[in-house]
């Protein structure tokens, strides 16, 4: 495994992405991912990622690592953002949906409503890994329409969620949003677990985690996305005037087993 460095500008390991209004430029203080007037009728992205090409078992990532991101935001972002790391599941480019694994610092703004972990925000910013990849994951699917019977009741949806997590290795805590001060995210990705910091500070420590191999992307849409145990699923597209995620730094490095 490699460490990868950019300030400002991305190597050409990396595929841009810029659709619908959505823009890459590179900043005095690093690459600053844009969307300027995005309209609910497109699909709008700015994004890199280094899967671009890549069959899912051929993306380059493994756990142990340490992801280093330095970035900041415009202020609340209409849409979804983040950095981290994912098996590509969905997107409005994806041509094959597959099952989620992911391990990021994640947002999504209203009406986006995705609460992964039992009684979590189901918007908002967010450390979080899941993965549905596993055979323990996919031992739910059997289940599920009984699940999602079960969780219309709250007292039950309290005391089934937290088996069906572990079966996915759902964990997740809501983090302070990105705004114009500059902040550093940290994730330590094992095999075993994960530990998310920002400036320093752990805002999640968990034993559960993807096992790879996953691809970098960091982003900045305007989609919506509804899913949530109790079955009620939706995507759309928001209108976006000019926003905007800065990344000043980033570096991945071998984690010491």
Known sequence: MIAETFLPRPSRRWRTIQVGGGRLVVTGAGLRLLLAGARRARYADAQIE???GLRRAEFPWRPPLRM?????ASGPLAGTAGFGFWNNSFSPLTERPALPAAIWF????PPSDMPLALEAPGSG???TCIDATRPRALAWAPLAPLVVLANQSPPLYRRIWPLVQRGLSIAEAPIAPLDPAWRSYTLEWRADGACFAVDGA?????????RGPLGFVAWVDNQYMI???QARFG?????AAAQWMDLGSLRVEPLER
Do not use: C, I
């Open 50 to 52: 280094d899967y671009a």
């Open 68 to 72: 280093t991101v330095r970035a900041r």
């Open 106 to 109: 994640f947002h999504a703004s």
């Open 125 to 127: 910013w967010k450390a």
């Open 202 to 210: 752990t805002v999640l420590e968990t034993d559960r985690a993807p």
């Open 227 to 229: 899913a949530t145990p």
């Open 235 to 239: 995507w759309g597209l928001l209108d």
